[in-house]
Nanobody, 126 residues
């Protein structure tokens, strides 16, 4: 499956933003999905994941309570709703998908495994 992320932009601290990731195939419901990010000069890090069934989610500690991952299987779109954004959330955000696995497995996904979108830049100013 091919993924295309969008929705990034420049926002002020405390603002909200929703990222979208559109899948090219009509079977997103069979994939676990996740968002990762890579900040300036930093390694890529896990942000949020949802199991293929939608029943399980995982979040990195720093975004718990602020970010929500969700999906619309009918539209083959994965969302990342981000609230109370902080300057340290500044990064390129990537979506990823792997068939039939868990959110926990997605949280440790290696860059060359599964399908990845091209990334969308989120810049949070202080």
């Amino acid at each position: 499956v091919q993924l295309q992320a969008s929705g990034g932009g420049l926002v002020q601290a405390g603002s909200s933003l929703t990222l979208s990731c559109v899948a090219s195939e009509d079977n997103l419901r069979t994939y676990a999905v996740a968002w990762f990010r890579q900040g300036p000069g930093k390694d890529r890090e896990f942000v949020a994941a949802q199991s293929w069934s939608g029943g399980g989610t995982e979040y990195r500690d720093s975004v718990k309570g602020r970010f929500t991952i969700s999906r619309d299987n009918a539209k083959n779109i994965v969302y990342l709703q981000m609230t109370n954004l902080k300057p340290e959330d500044t990064a390129v955000y990537y979506c990823a998908a792997v068939p039939g696995t868990s959110a926990q497995a997605m949280s440790v996904l290696r860059p060359r495994v599964g399908s990845w979108g091209q990334g969308t830049l989120v810049t949070v100013s202080s």
